[in-house]
């Protein structure tokens, strides 16, 4: 076994699965030849395949109305 000096992790989005990233791990090995790469699936199921975070309880309206950051000036 190579010695491996770097470590990419690719994250799916919402409803997909760290198997679909597959291709582009494979297509990406040639040119990052010390690189392990590494498409874990996210711990949460969606009912499409998996998501990393709920988004049940996350409305657009409740987004768009959070406080929004003002510049201060001095």
Do not use: C, E, Y
């Not at 470590?7 to 494979?26: N, T």
């Not at 996210?42 to 109305?65: D, K, V, Y």
């Amino acid at each position: 076994m190579s010695s491996l000096d770097h470590l990419v992790i690719l994250l799916h989005g919402i409803g997909a699965s760290g198997g679909q990233l597959m291709p582009l791990a494979k297509s990406w090995r040639v040119s990052l030849p010390k690189t392990r790469i590494a498409a874990p699936d996210a711990p949460l199921h969606h009912w499409r395949g998996h998501q990393w975070f709920s988004t049940t309880a996350i409305r657009l309206n409740q987004r768009m109305s959070w406080p929004r950051v003002k510049h201060l000036t001095n």
